[in-house]
């Protein structure tokens, strides 16, 4: 139970307790064994529900191809640099080197089936993973920002057309009341405003004048 619930939680193959070269038939045996000792039903542990569900999840993932191939893609990975790493260090080791030669590779296979080997590529398969899990997350985390911007963008362009229609009704409505203003305007040459007394015009002395003549003082 608690090595269950301190798993790995980005590689399946750890909470089922199998080697990365597993087939799809030894997953399942070992799903049915390991879920009979944790099943809610007859483990009476408080977490018992919890690491049941990690099982049924890990087998799930295992079983996929796809997710599958990926995990297995990382493995190699992981082997790869590794076996790098491993070269370089045969380069300084002259022994370990003429031996490796000897063997015709019989050295190196051994090495990688050694405890030592397996903990390293564990190791690294989990920084592997844990590493691709972020940018991942990382990419998700743009996407949804991005997705956020263009709703912003969409609503702000509806807000925007939503005012010019209430601006076009607004225009239309009014639209009696701005003829009957320039009606007004076009008969009287002043626009008149609701409520307005204009005075009376001043007579003139010269009828042709539309101005009040003042008196010019002399002198």
Not at 75 to 90: I, S, W, Y
Not at 151 to 173: A, G, I, L, V, Y
Not at 182 to 205: A, H, S, Y
Request: hydrophobic letters at 25%.
């Amino acid at each position: 139970m608690v090595r269950i619930l301190s798993c790995f939680k980005l590689n399946p193959f750890e909470y089922l307790n199998l080697p990365f070269n597993s087939t799809p038939d030894d997953m399942k045996k070992q799903y049915r064994k390991l879920s009979l000792l944790v099943h809610p039903d007859k483990c009476k542990h408080p977490q018992a529900k919890e690491a049941f569900a990690a099982l049924a999840k890990a087998q799930q993932l295992l079983l996929d191809p796809q997710e599958r191939e990926y995990l297995l893609s990382q493995v190699n990975a992981a082997k790869e640099e590794l076996r790098a790493k491993r070269k370089k260090q045969l380069k300084k080791d002259t022994a370990s080197k003429i031996k490796s030669l000897v063997d015709e590779g019989k050295y190196e296979q051994q090495y990688e089936q050694s405890e030592e080997f397996q903990q390293q590529l564990k190791q690294r398969v989990r920084e592997l993973l844990t590493e691709h899990e972020w940018r991942r997350r990382k990419m998700q985390m743009r996407i949804s920002e991005e997705e956020g911007r263009l709703k912003k963008e969409e609503e702000e362009t509806k807000e925007m057309w939503k005012r010019k229609r209430e601006h076009e009704e607004q225009w239309e409505d009014t639209r009696e009341q701005r003829v009957s203003s320039w009606r007004d305007f076009m008969k009287t040459g002043k626009k008149v405003k609701k409520g307005e007394i204009r005075p009376p015009k001043l007579k003139t002395e010269d009828p042709n004048k539309s101005y009040v003549q003042r008196p010019v003082k002399r002198g």
